[in-house]
């Protein structure tokens, strides 16, 4: 199993990049797929999860609204749209996958990927 972020960088305050995540090695329609962020000095916290049955997406309250997931699973990827970015949201950007949706929830996903950082300037 394979996870590959990718699609960060510096970017400055009030940017909207898109972050991917490209999976390899299991059968991308059956994971559900989550993004996750740490920032330095702090713990890793949840961001968004999508369901592989039917594609329903999940957000942690503090995300809400300015964050959005979706995937292609033609092409196997996960993709995370961030918008309006504040320097309190520089973090390793990590994504992860389980068969298990409640393992995601729960923070604890059988695959996780390398992570891309995301650097936001004021």
């Known amino acids: 199993v394979q996870l590959a972020e990718s699609g960060g960088g510096l970017v400055q305050a009030g940017g909207s990049p898109r972050l991917s995540c490209a999976a390899s090695?299991?059968?991308?329609?059956?994971?559900?797929i989550a993004w996750f962020r740490q920032a330095p000095g702090k713990e890793r916290e949840g961001i968004s999860c999508?369901?592989?049955?039917?594609?329903?997406?999940y957000y942690a309250p503090s995300m809400k609204g300015r964050f959005t997931i979706s995937r292609d699973n033609a092409k196997n990827t996960v993709y995370l749209q961030m918008n309006s970015l504040k320097p309190e949201d520089t973090a390793v950007y990590y994504c992860?996958?389980?068969?298990?949706?409640?393992?995601?929830?729960?923070?604890?996903?059988?695959?996780w990927g390398q992570g891309t950082q995301v650097t936001v300037s004021s």
């Open positions: 992860s996958a389980d068969l298990s949706l409640a393992r995601i929830v729960s923070g604890t996903p059988s695959y």
């Open positions: 999508i369901r592989s049955t039917d594609g329903e997406t």
């Open positions: 090695g299991f059968i991308f329609d059956d994971y559900a």
